[in-house]
T-cell receptor, first 116, second 113 residues
Framework: DAGVIQSPRHEVTEMGQEVTLRCKPI?????LFWYRQTMMRGLELLIY????????DSGMPEDRFSAKMPNASFSTLKIQPSEPRDSAVYFC??????????????FGSGTRLTVV | GQQLNQSPQSMFIQEGEDVSMNCTSS?????WLWYKQDPGEGPVLLIA?????ELTSNGRLTAQFGITRKDSFLNISASIPSDVGIYFC?????????????FGQGTILTVHP
């Protein structure tokens, strides 16, 4: 398996532009998580899905952030409009959740977003 | 909400030394995991623990699931330069969490040759 695939690896954009981050989870995994990592705040959970359904988006910082999972093999995180304080590394992770137990995440390599 | 306190925040050690780090929680978890993050990469799973009292090894790494289910520790023996990175503990509670993990703040490990 190729693991969790995120694109792009790096994104530099101007303030006010729309940014779309993409994630392909591991085949067979039924939970997907979006995290943001910064030095100041560490790993922050933004939103997670189970069987393509958003379960908890309380970590999404503002209405400028939105996420979708149209099918089991693809998810997007969109920021519109982007702001400099959105600069961070964004990680997607997937896992198998079965019979009330999760089996740990597999993380992607992340997207380093810089908003100037 | 659930919080994990991971310590120490950072460690500077000499190659060959043993390392110990731990996590404590205000609530019970039914799974504990330890991850390592290398620069520019996502965290990678090192060890998963599923039962209270469980002691598991993976090469030079040993981790334990505390009997109270509110703590876990990770030991690294005979450290080498490639052990450098950030180590995260993570816990998963039961119920309708869908496998969601709560992460510690991380321990930054530096190994001097």
């Amino acid at each position: 398996d190729a693991g969790v695939i995120q694109s792009p690896r790096h994104e530099v954009t101007e303030m006010g532009q729309e940014v779309t981050l993409r994630c392909k989870p591991i085949s067979g995994h039924n939970s997907l998580f979006w995290y943001r990592q910064t030095m100041m705040r560490g790993l922050e959970l933004l939103i997670y899905f189970n069987n393509n359904v958003p379960i908890d988006d309380s970590g999404m910082p503002e209405d400028r952030f939105s996420a979708k999972m149209p099918n089991a093999s693809f998810s997007t995180l969109k920021i519109q409009p982007s702001e400099p304080r959105d600069s961070a590394v964004y990680f997607c992770a997937s896992s198998l959740y079965r019979s009330g137990r999760g089996y740990g995440y597999t993380f992607g390599s992340g997207t380093r977003l810089t908003v100037v | 909400g659930q919080q994990l306190n991971q310590s120490p925040q950072s460690m500077f050690i000499q190659e060959g030394e043993d390392v110990s780090m731990n996590c404590t929680s205000s609530s019970i978890f039914n799974t504990w995991l330890w991850y390592k993050q290398d620069p520019g990469e996502g965290p990678v799973l090192l060890i998963a623990l599923y039962k209270a009292g469980e002691l598991t090894s993976n090469g030079r790494l040993t981790a334990q699931f505390g009997i109270t289910r509110k703590d876990s520790f990770l030991n690294i023996s005979a450290s080498i330069p490639s052990d450098v990175g950030i180590y995260f503990c993570a816990g998963q509670s039961g119920g309708t969490s869908y496998g969601k993990l709560t992460f510690g703040q991380g321990t930054i490990l530096t190994v001097h040759p």
